[in-house]
């Protein structure tokens, strides 16, 4: 990329983190530096030696644009640093994606957000970002009235701590016996936990809670979503099957077409064996895979589908590199840098 | 059980049939027989020699009740030569199902109806089972009018064999990486599958269909239902993530309260870290357990809820032996052999 703007990456030593420096090096990026906290700093990753990202470091006024995947509570900590030496800070954890006048971004839907806001873009849930991919060009077309999610989500969300537990605990079924749930709340090893983030007041968990406040931001604030998030023992790619009432008729077809042409979005929908996209396949993938679409006879207007996608990638690391890219196309990073 | 009826076990090698044999030594149930394939013939099961399961053996007429827990195709084959022999025969495959004037089985639901039939009694799909335990109590309550189901099926729902590619696959992901998938139509180990029996015309796999016609055969014809049912790599254990929509007003304390009092549910609903029901924590229990019950505010009257079962015991081997009782309680096995 020429004058590609220079990015750091904090929480570079991370699953989300980890894939980010694949894609920016693959998409090329040529001036990245790489922070984390003070344990991990001094270690090498490739080429690049660890930073400490210290407020000081981050405020320090030297890089264009900050990827931050780390926690909520180290966003909110670390983000203002940045913003405060100038960087425009693209974060993928909860802290800001709310927050109003704070842009909430899926590049393929509403990128032009990215440069409506201040210097600060939020980077959706892990299955909100798929899930609007699927839902913004049905919604043109036909008006969501109602959506119902049941989530298979990936270890991976949970970042490398709840991909070493899924590892661990499964051989420990082969060999010790002796399983330690420690990042999770229950067992994972062919188990699933109907659990993920804290429970809120009216008995939904707060993924469920991000899933509709979020696409309620990003796409309409009249649509209805409810959601059921597990937790699956599968490695990377989470899953969702979805139902979706709509205002007007739309056939499976219809959808299917759409689909086939809306951008980051791949459709595998042959009724075969194999015929569909499975997490395992999906993984190291950059689309939203979309398959066994059907209408749901339930209501007038519905169908009911099955999606697909990397969550590393699309659902974190991809989308917010790909955010990078819709600024520094517009040559909006160091105008906003100007202006600060 | 004094006077307990004599039972053929068709099937006793298979996952099912092992849990089976359990379950009649349990409850009392002490004149057994057991019957398999050719292949398995001469084979002992603890003190039991495998019979080979000949139309001549079954139609000998020297057994009270056949408990049949084999695939479609032998079960439309052998079932009718144990009636013939004035038998009756329980059969947990789909072969007669939807046949009117069979009855379909829950017996916490509806199990009077056992006893209106002929000498066939069908025993729902492993999905159907447990949910229809669940809706019961709440379509007397509120009546039903949609549910949306998302299933989250355990491998031995595809028998023996399912569990052995899961336990062979994951291993092979440890050693020597070389996957092999046989039994499903991709790898499951650390994936999951949105495709459970053949593809219907409409795109909706003949697992979804069954539940759709059952729960309407079951419960009530005007009930809609529509599911997506989905293979994980858990070894045993159904989960559904289902959504419900009443015709009345129905809170979720005033589920819970209904659920906690109906017959074969257990109700785990805590706000906190373990506070609901897993799949691996529920594998070798006989009841329904009902998590996570919340409203849905999509629609005016509606609730979420998360249900897990033994797919083995309560979605085919329990229930199977529960129509046995319900028909002994009423001494219609030797009422209906008589009249044979």
């Not at 007041?201 to 406040?213: A, F, H, L, R, S």
Request: with cysteine.
């Amino acid at each position: 990329m020429p004058d590609a703007p220079s990015v750091g990456v904090v929480g570079a030593t991370g699953a989300v983190g980890t894939v980010t420096l694949e894609l920016l090096a693959a998409r090329g990026f040529d001036r990245v530096r790489v922070f984390a906290s003070a344990r991990s700093a001094g270690r090498q990753l490739g080429p690049l030696t660890v930073e400490e990202a210290t407020p000081e470091a981050l405020a320090r006024g030297d890089v264009d644009v900050f990827l931050f995947s780390v926690g909520t509570g180290a966003s909110r900590e670390l983000v203002p640093h940045a913003v405060e030496g100038g960087a425009v800070a693209i974060d993928k954890s909860a802290a800001y994606r709310l927050e109003p006048g704070i842009p909430l971004v899926v590049p393929e839907v509403n990128g032009g957000r990215a440069v409506e806001g201040g210097r600060i873009v939020a980077n959706p849930n892990c299955c909100t970002i798929p899930l609007t991919c699927v839902l913004k060009p049905l919604h043109d077309a036909a008006g969501l009235v109602r959506v119902r999610v049941a989530t298979y989500q990936s270890v991976s969300g949970a970042g490398k701590d709840g991909m070493d537990e899924l590892f661990a605990q499964t051989k420990a079924v082969y060999t010790t016996g002796d399983i330690e749930a420690k990042k999770f709340p229950r067992r994972i090893a062919f188990n699933l936990i109907p659990h993920i983030d804290v429970f809120m007041e009216d008995g939904y968990t707060k993924e469920e809670w991000k899933m509709m406040m979020e696409t309620k931001k990003i796409l309409d604030p009249a649509i209805r979503l409810t959601a059921t998030c597990v937790r699956v023992p599968v490695f990377i790619g989470h899953s969702e099957a979805v139902n979706i009432e709509f205002a007007d008729p739309i056939s499976a077809d219809e959808a299917r077409n759409i689909l086939r042409n809306a951008p980051g979005c791949i459709v595998i929908d042959k009724r075969e064996d194999g015929g569909y996209a499975t997490p395992y396949e999906v993984a190291g993938e950059d689309a939203t895979y979309i398959s066994r679409i059907r209408e749901d006879a339930t209501v007038e207007n519905g169908l009911a589908m099955w999606v697909v996608s990397d969550n590393l990638r699309k659902g974190a690391a991809l989308n917010a590199v790909q955010i990078a890219e819709c600024l520094d196309s517009r040559k909006l990073i160091s105008a906003k840098k100007k202006a600060a």
